[in-house]
């Protein structure tokens, strides 16, 4: 395990509080569509994402989603540990999008380390403050950007995540990564189809057209 | 200039560190009205509630608006302090709702304090932990919740705030704090008027029916 890749501030750490981290670290793998965190009940830790592909989202009373953020190889999901941060007041899910292979860092030996190290508790403030960004560029979508734009957004992102210009996702699971109902989804794709952008097959949308997708997404 | 009652974690601070801050802090009356800290060409510093009524909220490119926050007395605002955070990347107005007295601290201080005290930069992250807080509160808002609803919550909360059931506050303006259009504001309220909830006179909305707007904000 090579802390230092996760933690940049690693050398600023003592051997035995580098020790605690690495001695406490659990490896785990997990499948595709696997829950790994859910809601205040649990506290399954901080996350270190070694390869995959993560979901971070909430859900409404009634079962609805947006996703929140999305977490790569090396990133690190703190919300994850949420309950050794008396002030997050919020309950987001964590499911794996791809198969993948993750760290866990039991909270309270985090929160025991992050009490006695400045260094760390400051580098975890800039995770949280990572986090918050995302969250505060999700709102000015929500607010001020009309659902084509995002809809042209989120297929250029998941087209390049997974490196194909036939994206293998339904309507529907559209619909909870952007918090709309499937319907919409399906609507706007027709749309998108007839103005030649994309061409809708049974369980593929494919990109005919990017440069188009790109104008409405950058406007 | 009591600084316990700030922060919490005042006694863990040596005392060195203590006079860094109470030295440095610099007192500052504000007008109802006046903007403190605008997007990121600002660093404002800290802004130490002392009295009065601030609110901070994210612009639209075309000068829309929606209230992230609002803070009273004893409260700390952060984010007009990003610029020592390098992992915040978005830009808030902060505005006084009402005369308000501060203390500012100025962000190269509080950095390098931050960034020797463990207990400093904790509370520091629960701080930043309490506002991403309200931000995902406001996107379960936005996103799942009527407008009548938010409405009612926020006639309440003006309401309590200012103490009186005769608000005086444009329809703009409301539409700014919840990020509306003036026209569907002037809309819902005119729907409350009809039911008996409210009766709207020039320049003010008076609550007549608090029983009708409680059951409407809180289902």
């Not at 986090?131 to 929500?142: A, G, K, N, T």
């Not at 399906?186 to 593929?204: A, D, N, P, W």
Request: proline share 2%; net charge negative; aromatic share 8%.
């Amino acid at each position: 395990m090579d802390c230092s890749e996760y933690f940049p501030i690693w050398d600023k750490l003592t051997p035995v509080q580098q020790n605690k981290i690495r001695g406490s670290a659990i490896r785990r793998s997990v499948k595709k569509g696997a829950v790994i965190h859910s809601g205040s009940t649990d506290c399954t830790g901080l996350l270190l994402i070694r390869s995959g592909h993560l979901r971070a989202y909430i859900l409404s009373e009634d079962g609805r989603e947006i996703s929140i953020y999305r977490l790569f190889e090396l990133d690190i999901c703190l919300l994850s540990a949420s309950c050794m941060m008396q002030n997050i007041q919020f309950d987001i899910t964590i499911e794996a999008e791809k198969d993948s292979e993750l760290w866990i860092i039991p909270p309270e030996n985090y929160k025991e380390l992050m009490e006695e190290s400045a260094p760390l508790a400051n580098y975890t403030n800039q995770i949280m403050a990572s986090r918050f960004s995302e969250v505060m560029w999700l709102i000015e979508q929500i607010m001020w950007r009309s659902f084509d734009k995002r809809l042209a957004a989120f297929l250029l992102e998941e087209s390049m995540i997974e490196e194909t210009g036939r994206l293998r996702i339904t309507h529907e699971k559209i619909g909870n990564h952007l918090g709309s109902a499937r319907e919409v989804v399906t609507r706007m794709l027709h749309y998108f189809q007839k103005e030649g952008i994309v061409k809708l097959t049974r369980g593929s949308i494919e990109i005919l057209d990017t440069k188009r997708l790109q104008e409405l997404a950058h406007t």
